[in-house]
């Protein structure tokens, strides 16, 4: 048993029986590094992730592998979900030497934590147009010995490549919105939704940005878009029928064959746009789903006395990617009846479904609705229906008496910001109250556990970085706009105060990714990687923030920030597109003024009135809401329907 046993990790506890002599992420392991002069090899990666247990399966438990790596490196192991601070920097250095990114993670380093070689999986012997990599750790090896002088020169190259320069602030205005969702549909996929090809994420922010726009602008090219790429998506395979919640992505440009992980930050932000499409277009289909994702979350990525959980492994083991969530024609045969086969069997089961392993193994999607396999099989359709309805629970009870996928039970800060945020939007959108109580539970839990001295931590032994804050500071002031309790807004205050005194370039405005220094380096983002940065979260969170706190401050700070970003947003739209929508926000930003009891009759139906870009603030109860938009203020209303008139009415 190594030194991975001590840890926190599930990922890092994996590789404990391991002969590699691992450390795990620590200064103890670089110093040693520097006495002995040996080379890092360090191994990032997550335990959501299919090729890491293919490579440790492979190559890190074979003999020959750990004698290499033991007498001829330190080795570390790091978890990505931990320390994403660390596999940033390393991911940004291994694109930089033309070897992609990705997981796992593979990167040789100095003792000085210099990068001079990397790439991702590596087979332990050369194979499928990949260099084997014992091959690789001989050649390493020999190549430190005796370039050692030239490796360090160019591992210090790399790093001052990696060094952000100054980034020229530009003047951000409407317009480019306008330009931005433009961009966002020369990229979109008009036969099966989404955006590009293969391999196909279902960019949240760019599908939040054109359901904000279409409310505004009711243009139709814009509600076709999203809805055909949410109905695709919720037809295809990356969506799990049965349980609920979607996997990472698609492999493939129809959404049918994913990489079967389900991440908690991917669930978060679907939530929101699949509640936020049902708000703005009522398609059932749309809370359908959205409910799924919820239960999805409850049932499998929760603790029930609060807070969720970081992710559900892609396998039970990586001799057989996505069997948990694969089925068989048998399969099907042994658990439904005969007309129930025939039913779900022409609904699920299609030849395009095979995975490439073992092609009598399925991916469930629908090819066909419910109407179609009516008339194909002569039924009534509210009997199809049933049928189904009552099949998925067959199935559903089935797979649960296999051998579940592990879960990643650590409770991160970030990651539970997101989810409560877009558990709150959900109560707000359906009505479900078990959805607010339980994220109002989470945030109980995640002070309890992640606040160390009025300090944030990311998990447990972890300084927080800035996603933990700024999407923290989202859930706490989402739940002031909820309850309308002050000691919510008044904690959300404190760590966006504590956020920008650690975080925010004070030369050039926005935030830095870590309050210090990380080998060598701050990195300031806006791209959406996949979810939103935190650098654009940030910049609704503090216009909220604004108004409820009645501090122009924190405004200034916003628009400082979206200038700061300007230059750099424009030229990536689809993959800055939340950016777009903090831009959006901020022209269009509707403030209410409840000056009413929270949870009263009223107060509760204003929550559920759908505004894309909305800060509330309570006052005195007088029975009246003061809607604000674009510097003018209307008539005090006293109804529902008088408010919604009041935001949809005077749109742009």
Known sequence: MNRLARERSAYLQHAKEQAIDWYPWSEEAFEKAGRESKPVFLSSGAQWCHWCHVMARESFEDEEVARLLNEHFISIKLDRDERPDVDRRYQQVTAVMGHGGGWPLSIFLTPEKKPFFGGTYFPPEAGFGRPGFKDILRTVSRLYREKKDEIDAYGAELVEMLKPGPSPAGKADESMVHSCVRQILVEYDGKYGGFGTAPKFPMSGALELLINRFFLTKEERLGDAVKKTLFNMAKGGIHDHLGGGFHRYSTDQEWLIPHFEKMADDNAWLLRNYTDAYAVFGEPRFREVAEGILHFFRTDLSDPSGGFYASQDADVSPEDEGGYFTWTDGDFKAVLDETGYAVLSAYFLHGKGAMHHDASKKVLFTAFPAEEIAKRLGMELRTVEGIIGEGKRK?????????????????????????????????????????????????????????????????????????????????????????????????????????????????????????????????????????????????????????????????????EALDAFSLRAQPIGLHSAYYFCALDGYFNLSELTCNLLPGSDLARGALSVFCPYEAIRYGEDRGYIIPCRRGTCFEPVTGVEALKESLTGRST
Do not use: W
Request: aromatic share 10%.
């Open 395 to 559: 199935l559903l009870e089935a797979r649960r008496r296999r051998q579940r996928p592990f879960v990643d039970t650590a409770l991160y800060t970030s990651l539970n910001g997101l989810v409560i945020s877009a558990f709150l939007k959900a109560y707000r959108a359906l009505g479900i109250e078990e959805a607010r109580d339980f994220a109002l539970a989470s945030i109980d839990r995640i002070r309890a556990l992640n606040v160390s001295g009025g300090r944030l931590l990311h998990s447990e032994g972890v300084d927080a970085l800035l996603d933990d804050y700024i999407f923290f500071s989202d859930a706490l002031v989402a739940a002031y706009e909820v309850t309308g309790r002050t000691d919510y807004l008044e904690q959300g205050r404190m760590f966006m105060d504590a956020c920008i005194t650690r975080f925010r370039d004070e030369s050039g405005s926005g935030f830095y990714d870590t309050e210090d220094e990380v080998i060598g380096m701050r990195l300031k983002s806006i791209e959406d990687m996949p979810h939103p940065s935190a650098n654009a979260l940030a910049i609704p969170v503090l216009n909220r923030l604004s108004f409820a706190c009645g501090d122009e401050r924190y405004r200034t700070l916003a628009r």
